[in-house]
């Protein structure tokens, strides 16, 4: 028995070995890595433009064997009436499988965003190849210009200089932060939620120590179409109300002058929305929002007291800012939308839903901000 | 006076070579008074000194007519087989079988009747035409003649067991047989094996003795006479520190196996018994670090290779008159001492039952390791899985045992047996017991992942690398594909290459001499290393890879769970490259299905996982403080789990 058993696994491992061709297998050396991808809308067609990398370029240590040739960085461009029939497109202008599932960036176009990114999120979707976990940025005019520069800075390809421009860039003044191709996916099934996805420049492309990026206003998108450009300043205490906000400096007033000022970096930052409903109507927002914070810049004269009142004060006016832009042009970018039917779903669908953007506008927001500044270096007398 | 001064002209003279040939050349031996008696007489048998090149066995049988009853290669066989007993005792007079008429033709069958009363053969010469058949003839008679004298009783005639005993040892250099005279005129016959008697305990303690005693031939009975002989010798040992056990052999298989166990036997004449005196040469290996099992903190004896030394140590930890030993000997031919140990009251007695039935039940002519008991007694004998442990510590063992498992200890060999046994077992070291459990605890877990690394990192990667691309980060995957450019062979044939270099350098590095070890390291590093990657052979990941498995492997804690691990990772690397990650778990599945459905007497290998036992996890991937293991594992210990010394320290200790 056992002899027939250990005949029958024999026949089939040897069957699939001689097989195993069928199953697709590709060497590394067989691959091109797509580094970030960009897809543009024009005249009718989708571009693609895929960053590959050209791994004969990459110089590895210990292994004399590899010769280095050409740029590391190649750029291959596909058209096509879909984005899948673009992403075949450019297959085509390659000599190797490209991998897709490396994208790190996908590179949205701004004329695209205008037409609408379902498409593009639907070939992510259907080819498995895509990693969800790529990061998504909407560029100011087309994606190519983006991929256009052929000098990187300090990094090897034009998609992590953007991931590291995202991350660490615009740290003190921006968010710190794009979404995921998932979190449009899980936005998109929110309730009457906006999108709001960093939008991307190109400063300076042609400078001898790399591109100069540069991450402006944010792009506002509202079913699935870009709609508007979020201030900057606005961004990231959107974020902080949604609980995305990483950290960040603030510029505080200092009493007595009015050219001076001091500054305080939040390090720390938590927040908590809820909807207050009175008698089964919904009243207002309650919208609280957490800080702690370090003295980057000091005002003279400011005691511990006063330093946390004006952080605090300095928190307030421009969350209040962000949400009157937000409320003004009647996008829900803090998803309160989904907030009120998680808390409601009843009330929702009966009274809010149907007139939300109008509702959205006129909706009082309880604002309370409180921003500590512990460390402070002042010693107290 | 030395062994030389008392026999002069025989010290180092093959024993054979001093017996009267005509004692050979004439053999006879007899057995009467017990049932299966035998008896040969007067049939002519050649010099044994004569090479033998006869034809084979079945052109005997052809001419004797006998089929299937000569010599078996059993000592037993003449025993056992009636018509082995007919060839024997009627050898020359009867003839049967399809043989029988050319055996008639054969002048000693047909014309010479045996006397059966005759002791001794008169020898003859053997006529020239039949000079090769008698040869095998002759083989096969000494063969039962060597059958014979092991089971003909011990006589007074000291010239007859002599001569008897000489034909049992073929003549062995390193066996004595020699005579002795007491003072008192009494004669005497001392037999032993010159390699394992101390010499010094053997000629003051016994020889000298003797030769300054009365002892007289007309000394009472047999039994008197053994008792003064024993009172005269007895202090000996006492005083030497030697083992002064004295018995009193009958036959002279007893004989036999008491010279070949190290004892020194003392036959006088006259007296039908005999007397043995263990004067045994401590030739032993010291007891050392266990090399297999070396440690930083703890105990550091190993055992050795004497059976006795090992029990000893052992019980220096376990104090306790329930440790329970019974004594095996297998090996028909080495008699191998096997020791069963368990503690009574904590083992199962089903499961020391079981491991006593199978050491019973094993037939086998020789035990030269405790893989040989191992092999014969474990179950599941096609597995990989070693369902018995092995281990070289003392310290180990007294832990096993005081979790209700049993030891077998071989001689011969310094490693013990312990059963059963699970892979949890394997993966723990007694240095996780021997230092604060919070350091233990992650040191165990860093082995496990040491295993799981040695096992299936070369399938993942081939399975990533080859198929699941897209698990890869970017910048490893650069690197990667950026290594493996100009590299014409696929990822799968490279890990194979490199796992089979190492495992052929690893192999030489076992055998070779420590003098050059150091070259085969250097070539080993040069040509598997830096040479196969300049020159574009394999990549260098592959090269890490290769490394961390076998630094990983170096983190196994027991030898044969390691030999396992060496070798399943291959069927795994094979299952990747077929089928990927899809591949490596249907590889995967089966290896754990295999795992969870062998069983050590009757212990699941994978408890306490599969089944699950939570309560043990508290000394499975973590070790739990002692004061929380008041428990024993449900595995083995289960007919007394708690430990009644540690009945209530399950809370933390009180601050002193």
Known sequence: MIWRRLSVALVAALAAMVLTGCWGRLETNELELAAGLGVDWQGGQYVVTAAVFNTRAVTTPGNPASNPTGPETVFLIGRGENPGSALADVDLKSSRH??????????????????????????????????????????????????????????????????????????????????HVFDLFRYAGEEQRALLIPGVLVVEPSLPTGTVYQMPDSAVLENERLVAWMPRPDVRLTLWVEGLFIHGTFTIPCPGTSSDSGAVYVYSAGRSVKPVFTQGQLRAMDVRLRGRASLVKSCPGLDQRQLDAAATAAVDRQARQAIAWAQEHGYDVFGWGNEIFQYAPGPWRRQYAAQWPTLFARLPVRLHVRVTVPETGMVRT | MTLREWWPDCMGVPTLRSVPTGRLQGASASISGQPDSLSISNFPVADLSTPVYGPPRRRLRNWLGVQNTLHTGRPSSVRQSPTARDFTAGFGRRTFGRGAKRASALPWASSQTPTANSSHLSGRVLPAEIATLSADVAEQADQLLHDVCLRSPLGGDLNRVRSDLQILFHGAPDIYV???????????????????????????????????????????????????????????????????????????????????????????????????????????????????????????????????????????????????????????????????????????????????????????????????????????????????????????????????????????????????????????????????????????????????????????????????????????????????????????????????????????????????????????????????????????????????????????????????????????????????VFGLTIATFALMIHLASVRSFGVNFLTPIAPLHPRDWRDFVIRAPWWRMNRRPGSTGYQHPVRPAMADASRLPEAQ
Not at chain 1, 125 to 148: L, Y
Request: hydrophobic share 50%; charged share 20%; aromatic share 6%.
């Open chain 2, 178 to 580: 020699q005579p002795f005279t007491c003072g008192g005129g009494l004669q005497g016959l001392t037999v032993f094996d010159g390699g394992l008697v101390n010499e010094e305990l053997l000629v003051l303690g016994v020889l000298d003795r003797l030769a300054a005693s009365a002892l007289a031939p007309e000394d009472g009975t047999c039994a008197d006479l053994l008792l003064r002989v024993s009172r005269t010798i007895a202090p000996t040992g006492k005083a030497s520190g030697a083992e002064a056990t004295m018995d009193e052999p009958q036959p002279l298989r007893q004989i036999v196996q008491k010279v070949l166990h190290g004892e020194v036997v003392l036959c006088f004449a006259g007296c039908r018994r005999a007397l043995s005196v263990k004067i045994q040469q401590q030739d032993k290996r010291a007891i050392s670090e266990a090399q297999s099992a070396a440690t930083v903190i703890g105990p550091r004896d190993g055992f050795i290779e004497d059976a006795s030394t090992n029990l000893s140590l052992i019980r220096r930890r376990l104090r306790t008159s329930d440790l329970w030993v019974e004594q095996f000997h297998i090996g028909t031919l080495t008699q191998t001492p096997v020791l069963l140990l368990h503690l009574r009251g904590v083992a199962d007695e089903a499961l020391v039952r079981e491991v006593r039935r199978r050491l019973r039940r094993i037939r086998i002519d020789g035990v030269l390791e405790s893989n040989y008991i191992r092999e014969m007694m474990r179950d599941a004998p096609l597995s990989i899985v070693p369902t018995m442990q092995r281990t070289e510590r003392p310290d180990v063992v007294a832990a096993a045992l005081l979790e209700g498992r049993v030891a077998i200890v071989v001689g011969g060999t310094p490693f013990a047996l312990l059963a059963p046994v699970t892979l949890a077992h394997m993966m723990q070291v007694h240095a996780d017991y021997y230092e604060s459990w919070l350091t233990a605890v992650p040191i165990r877990a860093i082995r496990w992942l040491a295993l799981l690394i040695g096992v299936f990192l070369p399938a993942v990667f081939v399975a990533i690398t080859s198929y699941q691309h897209e698990l890869v980060p970017l910048p490893l995957m650069t690197t990667l594909a950026a290594s493996r450019e100009n590299v014409p062979l696929p990822t799968f044939a490279e890990v194979l290459l490199l796992m089979v270099l190492f495992e052929v350098i690893r192999e030489a590095g076992v055998r070779i001499p420590s003098g050059i070890g150091q070259a085969l390291t250097i070539g080993g590093t040069l040509v598997v290393g830096q040479a196969a990657v300049r020159a574009g052979i394999v990549s260098s990941p592959i090269i890490i890879v290769t490394s961390a498995v076998v630094i990983a492997f170096f983190a196994i804690p027991d030898y044969d769970l390691l030999q396992v691990a060496r070798f399943v990772l291959y069927p795994l690397i094979l299952a990747a490259s077929i089928l990927g």
């Open chain 1, 98 to 179: 490209i991998l897709w599932a490396t994208a790190q960036v996908l590179v949205l176009g701004e004329g695209l965003a205008r037409n609408g990114i379902g498409p593009v999120l639907d070939a992510f979707v259907h080819e498995p190849w895509f990693r969800p976990t790529t990061r998504v940025i909407v560029s100011w005019g087309d994606a190519q210009n983006i991929f256009r520069p052929r000098v990187t800075g300090v990094e090897t390809s034009v998609s992590r200089e953007l991931l590291h421009v995202l991350q660490n860039g615009h740290q003190d003044e921006s968010i710190g932060w794009s979404p």
